[in-house]
């Protein structure tokens, strides 16, 4: 199946929310609202993308960094379009601008009952961390 990726700009919002909201393992919060989303998108300009098919969106990946290191949130592919190198290419895409940019590590937030998603990541060469923990607070 032919898929085409490009840029997530704030326009895709509604589309990319829907399929996070379908898609198990994927755990939203207020971060993830319109206006919150549009401020990640401006901060990190370029670094996130859409997959789409037929003008649907089928698969959406956040990126970003910090100056010293990438994150990667919110990965999803719907069901139907899985196994065809969507993910894989979102994901690929992420890393190389991240890479231009001279981040040289990159982490992603994976819920521990996220087996299909994990088993992605390793499948990616990507490796779990048992050395480290996430402490956080809302403020």
């Not at 994901?91 to 992603?108: A, E, F, N, Q, T």
Request: aromatic share 10%; proline share 1%.
């Amino acid at each position: 199946m032919e898929f085409n990726v490009r840029k997530m700009t704030i326009a895709d919002y509604n589309n990319v929310l829907s399929l996070w909201q379908a898609s198990e393992g994927v755990g939203l919060s207020d971060s993830d609202s319109h206006e919150n989303i549009r401020q990640y998108l401006d901060r990190n300009r370029g670094m996130s993308f859409v997959a789409v098919i037929d003008d649907r969106v089928v698969g959406a990946v956040l990126a970003g960094h910090d100056g010293r290191r990438g994150y990667i949130y919110h990965l999803a592919v719907y069901p139907d379009y899985r196994r065809q190198g969507i993910g894989c290419n979102l994901v690929d895409r992420c890393l190389k601008v991240l890479i231009d940019s001279g981040i040289r590590k990159c982490h992603i937030f994976i819920l521990n009952d996220n087996v299909a998603g994990i088993e992605f990541w390793k499948s990616m060469e990507w490796t779990p961390r048992s050395d480290i923990s996430v402490i956080s607070k809302n403020i």
